[in-house]
Antibody, heavy 120, light 108 residues
Framework: QVQLQESGPGLVKPSETLSLTCTVSRGSVRSVSFYWGWIRQAPGKGLEWIGSIYYTGNTSYTSSLKSRVSMSVDTSENQFFLSLSSMTAADTAVYYC????????????WGQGILVTVSS | EIVMTQSPATLSVSPGEGATLFCRASQSISTNLAWYQQKPGQVPRLLIYATSTRATGTPARFSGSGSGTEFTLTISSLQSEDFAFYHCQQYNNWPSVTFGGGTKVEIK
């Protein structure tokens, strides 16, 4: 069973850029069968899809964050990354990385999530 | 971008009773809809995909229906472990997806 693990800072200052890493084990980010996604959840709120990336580097982002988001993948390290710039308190959330099938569309495997708080 | 609206925001149900959750899409998504269950402090778990197909391990008391813009998740007889947060997700334009705002099912 594939495993995903998020890592990064738990605290970010306003206006700074958040950088998160998702490390994949027992599976390969190079697989042609999967997309790799980032999803967040503000405290007490629903899930918000941030974006997804394919191993080739092809990306898709939600329109509301498109100007601030960047995703990349490192197949040699079996990792993919999220960068979110100009952070504000509204970006405080648990950030999840997840795996979705190319021919499906849902996220079956999720990381445990990492709480990111934006505060000075 | 397709907007997903879930209702109600909170549903109070007694154990053993049934519950129906709703999910509406701002435009037709055919049957490209998934449901997730999330218990407090836990990771979302895929419950149903393709509107009505139960994921591995999903009990038969969970059923999904709908097409186009209107969808429902029905829990036939709530067990204690079913009190949780439920999210719908459309994937009609995969890999671009959107989630609904969620429904909390709480004990009445």
């Amino acid at each position: 069973q594939v495993q995903l693990q998020e890592s990064g800072p738990g605290l970010v200052k306003p206006s700074e850029t958040l950088s998160l890493t998702c490390t994949v084990s027992r599976g390969s980010v190079r697989s042609v069968s999967f997309y790799w996604g980032w999803i967040r959840q503000a405290p007490g709120k629903g899930l918000e899809w941030i974006g997804s990336i394919y191993y080739t580097g092809n990306t898709s982002y939600t329109s509301s964050l498109k100007s601030r988001v960047s995703m990349s993948v490192d197949t040699s390290e079996n990792q993919f990354f999220l960068s979110l710039s100009s952070m504000t308190a509204a970006d405080t959330a648990v950030y999840y990385c997840a795996r979705g099938g190319v021919s499906t569309g849902w996220f079956y495997n999720w990381g445990q999530g990492i709480l990111v708080t934006v505060s000075s | 971008e397709i907007v997903m609206t879930q209702s109600p925001a909170t549903l109070s149900v007694s154990p053993g009773e049934g519950a129906t959750l709703f999910c509406r899409a701002s435009q037709s998504i055919s049957t490209n809809l998934a449901w997730y269950q999330q218990k407090p402090g836990q990771v979302p778990r895929l419950l149903i995909y393709a509107t009505s197909t139960r994921a591995t391990g999903t009990p038969a008391r969970f059923s999904g229906s709908g097409s186009g813009t209107e969808f429902t998740l029905t829990i036939s007889s709530l067990q204690s472990e079913d009190f949780a947060f439920y999210h719908c997700q459309q994937y009609n334009n995969w890999p671009s997806v959107t989630f609904g705002g969620g429904t909390k099912v709480e004990i009445k």
